[in-house]
């Protein structure tokens, strides 16, 4: 990929530029929560965005994506805002330091990813931690924090993109570290380093290919939904909800409304049991949490479909630890967590069954955990 880069750079723009990268996430448990203020436990993934980008000395940014084939050209000042969804990303990356007092004069770039898109492994948040990585460093010599940074690619994704995120996915690319998947506190933002490598077991993702899209999505109405029953219980968010309460409202809630917060309230719980059960080696309560989870995404949350559902029933039959479905929902990747001696088979029949479904092959990508945004060369 970086040469491929480093070509059309030269291609586009002659000479070279400084190469960044940062990568996609996954989420062991933890889903919905970031925005109710709950706990996540990301890790960042070996699928990266990387660009090579190099200050041209005027205020337009020129970009091209080598993936979409594709050119954009922006000034920036609001009204400037490009009417490619993808270059949406990159103008709002540079809006967002500019309206937080940061530097962004014009540049020209060059990017490629192998991040999947609309599996659910944020693809958009790589894309944003690489820009406003790179941007950081070139123009404003590194003083902006990384949890700004994290934030800048959030309300990249309010501001310009229409989705009401949480801040998981940026954070997680942003702070990414090989080897480690970290539990994040969403509403003190405080953060643990968890060292993940759990012997005699693999994570895999089984990705449906039914293309996950959160822009105008039912993914803000669950936001909303959300936030309501907080209103209601008077608390700032769901974090501060206790199952008792939610109960003792019910009458005054929407039976809709209600199932979101049950979820909501019960998941918050589960990712700190997962932690409790990895600090113990005890990876089948580990496992049995996810589909726990898988459960209360599918009735009570209502962000999967019909193929997830069926990826995790033959992980079920084919005695996978743990699975669920991962990220946003709505298409996408189940997350499975497999005991070593019956990967094979897993692997064998979720293909094989879910072909036979649906005339095509899901994907399967192991997860290494890796690092986050960085630099790769001067
Ligand atoms: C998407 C969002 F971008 C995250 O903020 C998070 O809410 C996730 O869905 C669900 O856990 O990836």
């Known amino acids: 990929m970086k040469e491929k880069i480093q070509e059309e750079f030269k291609k586009h723009f002659g000479g070279k530029g400084t190469l960044y990268a940062s990568a996609g996430r996954i989420n062991l448990i933890g889903e919905h929560t970031d925005y109710n203020g709950g706990f996540v436990f990301p890790g960042a993934i070996d699928k990266v965005i990387m660009a090579e980008i190099r200050p041209n000395k005027t205020d337009k940014v020129r970009v091209y994506s080598i993936d979409i084939d594709d050119n954009a050209e922006f000034e920036l000042n609001e009204e400037d805002a490009p009417k490619q969804q993808w270059a949406r990303y990159i103008f709002g990356i540079c809006r967002e330091i500019i309206k937080r007092g940061g530097t962004v004069k014009g540049f020209d770039a060059v990017f490629a990813g192998n991040v999947p898109l609309g599996a659910g492994l944020s693809s958009s948040a790589a894309l944003e931690s690489c820009?406003?990585?790179?941007?950081?460093?070139?123009?404003?010599?590194?003083?902006?924090?990384?949890?700004?940074?994290?934030?800048?690619?959030?309300?990249?994704?309010?501001?310009?993109?229409?989705?009401?995120?949480?801040?998981?996915?940026?954070?997680?690319?942003?702070?990414?570290?090989?080897?480690?998947?970290?539990?994040?506190?969403?509403?003190?933002?405080?953060?643990?380093?968890?060292?993940?490598?759990?012997?005699?077991?693999?994570?895999?993702?089984?990705?449906?290919?039914?293309?996950?899209?959160?822009?105008?999505?039912?993914?803000?109405?669950?936001?909303?939904?959300?936030?309501?029953?907080?209103?209601?219980?008077?608390?700032?968010?769901?974090?501060?909800?206790?199952?008792?309460?939610?109960?003792?409202?019910?009458?005054?809630?929407?039976?809709?409304?209600?199932?979101?917060?049950?979820?909501?309230?019960?998941?918050?719980?589960?990712?700190?049991?997962?932690?409790?059960?990895?600090?113990?080696?005890?990876?089948?309560?580990?496992?049995?949490?996810?589909?726990?989870?898988?459960?209360g995404l599918s009735k009570d949350y209502e962000v999967s479909c019909e193929e997830l559902d069926f990826l995790n029933d033959i992980a079920k039959e084919c005695g996978v630890t743990g699975s669920r479905i991962m990220g946003g929902g709505f298409g996408g990747c189940t997350i499975n967590l497999v005991a070593d001696d019956k990967y094979s088979h897993f692997i064998e029949e979720a293909t094989k069954r879910f072909n036979e479904k649906y005339g095509h092959e899901p994907k399967i990508y192991d997860v290494v955990i890796s690092d986050g945004a960085r630099k790769i060369t001067e």
């Open 131 to 295: 820009f406003a990585f790179a941007l950081n460093d070139l123009f404003n010599g590194n003083t902006i924090d990384k949890f700004e940074l994290a934030r800048i690619g959030q309300s990249t994704e309010h501001n310009y993109c229409g989705v009401n995120c949480g801040i998981m996915d940026q954070f997680a690319s942003v702070f990414g570290k090989k080897g480690n998947l970290m539990r994040l506190d969403c509403r003190s933002m405080e953060f643990e380093y968890f060292p993940f490598n759990p012997r005699g077991y693999k994570l895999v993702l089984v990705d449906s290919v039914v293309k996950h899209e959160l822009v105008d999505s039912p993914y803000n109405k669950r936001r909303q939904s959300c936030e309501r029953v907080a209103k209601r219980l008077g608390v700032e968010t769901l974090r501060d909800a206790t199952k008792e309460a939610l109960d003792a409202a019910k009458s005054d809630i929407s039976a809709e409304d209600y199932s979101r917060a049950k979820f909501v309230i019960e998941e918050k719980e589960r990712v700190l049991d997962v932690c409790d059960a990895l600090n113990r080696g005890d990876y089948e309560t580990v496992g049995q949490l996810m589909y726990a989870t898988h459960n």
